[in-house]
C-alpha cells in the first residue's frame, strides 16, 4: 500500500521527479486529454456562456444549500430511496457496514468513487471482513497493486502497460502477456462474475437533482450501471455539494464534464437513478440508500473564498494542466485528491497543520483556472490558505502551525519589498545581479546552480535544480530608452545643423 503523506509532499514530489516511467506517462496523459478535451470543446459554440451558467448554478445551490438538500431527500424518499446523513466519514462508512451487515450480506461490488476513496471505505469494511470490489478497471488494477489512485479520473495513469501485465501474471495467475485484449478480457470476465454474486452494490454519485431526487452516475464501461442495477441494494455515497436544483441544469454539466474530464462530447453510459425499482419484476435493485455526506464541506461552505471549492465537479482538468503535477502525479500529494484541485481540497477536509505543503505545489501560473469547467480560482483558493498557513490562522481560530523558516521568508520578502520600492536600491540590486550571473549563465540560461553562488542565493539554488532560469537582460529598459532618447536628440540637432 502507498505509504506517501501530504506531509511530505517535497520529498515524495523529489522521488517522483527521478522515475522515467511515471514522467512519461505523465507526459503523456497531458498531450492527449488536452489535446482530446480542446477538439471536444470546439464542438460547443458557447463555451464560455455554459461555464457562466454552471458557475451561476453552483453558486446559487450553495448559497441555499440546506434547502436544495432537503428537497433532494423528499424527494429521493418519496421515489422509495432512503436517505441517511453523516457528518463524517467515519459515520459514512458505519452506515455503508450497518447496511451491509443488517442484510446479512458478505458480496460487495463497487464502482468507482471519489467519495468512497476520500472517507477510506474499502479500509473500513476490509477492517470488519469485508472485501468489497472494485469494478472500475483502473480502480481494480489498483486494489490488485493494493495502491491509490493517481488521478481523479484515471486512477492507474501511473501504471506501464508491462507493470499492468505483470501485476495480472502475480495476482491472477494469467500466463505473461502484453496483448491489451487478454488483459481486458480476463479482467471482463473476473468482473462478471463477481457482479453475478453480488448483494450489494455500492457507488458515488456525479450529481443529485433536488426537484426530483434523481441521481446521475457517469461512466465509460459499464460497470457503475452493473454495480448499481444488480445487486438487490445500492447504497450511494455523496457529498452534500453534489446537489442540484433542476433537473434541466443537467444539461449544462453533461456538456461540460465529459468535454473537460476525458475530452468525449458525452460518456457511454449515463445512469439517472429516481428511488428503488417501480415493480416486482421491474428492473432495478429493491433498494437504494443515499448516504449524504458532509465530512468538513460545511467548514468550506462558511467562508465565499473556500466555498468554491463545493464547485468542483470533479472532471480531473486542472490535473491535466498542471505543470506541478504533470511533473510529479499523483501520489506526490500523500492524498486522495492529487493536482490543483487536490491542494486547496485536502487541507480544508483533514487539516492545514498535515498538508501545509500542498498550497504551495503550484506555480501560480493559472492553467488550472483557465480550464475548469466552474471557474473555480484555484490560484486565488491557494494563496488563502498560503495566508492562512503564514497567519497561523483559519476562519479566526489559531492553527497553531509551525512554520519552518517563516523569519527568513518574511526577511527575504522585506527586503524584496524594500528593493521594488526605491529606484536605488533596484538599481544596485540588478547591477548586482547581472554581475554575479556572468559565473553561472550559460547561452542566455542560468542552469543548475552548486557551489558558493547556490550556498549565497538558496532559493537560487533550487528553483534551478530541476529547471532553467532566463537571464537578466543586458540592459534594463530605463537604460535602452535613456539611450534611444539621447540618439533621437542627437540625429534632430544634427538635422537642424544641416
Ligand atoms: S477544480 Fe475544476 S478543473 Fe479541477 S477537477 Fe474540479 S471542476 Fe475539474
Redesign the pocket.
Known sequence: MNQLTSETFDSNARASLKDVHLRGALKNLAATFGERRRTAIASVENWENLREKARAIKDETLLHLDQYLENFAENAERAGAKIHWARDGKEASQIVLNLIVERNASKVVKSKSMATEEIHLNRALEAAGINPVETDLGEWIIQLAEETPSH?VVPAIHKTKKQIADLFVEKVGIEPTDDVDVLTRTARNILRERFAEAEIGISGVNFGVAETGTILILENEGNARLTTSLPKTHIAVMGIEKIIPKFTDLDVFLKLLPR?GTGQRLTTYQSLITGTKRSVNGEGPEEVHIILMDNGRSRMLAHPVTRQSL?????????NACPVYGAVGGHAYGAVYP???GAVITPQLIGIGATKQLPYASSLCGA?RE????K?D?PELLLHLRAEITDGEANGKKTDIPIKGKFAERFAFGVYGLAWKRAGIYKIGTKTARLMQKFVARDGKIGEVSGFLGKLAPPLGNWTAFRDAPVIAPKSFRDIWREELKNDLSTKDTKKMN
Not at 311 to 319: D, V
Not at 371 to 374: D, I, S
Open positions: 481523479i473537460s464547485a468542483c465537479i470533479r472532471c480531473g482538468a486542472c490535473l493536482g490543483p484541485i488550472c480550464v475548469c469547467p466552474v473555480i484555484i
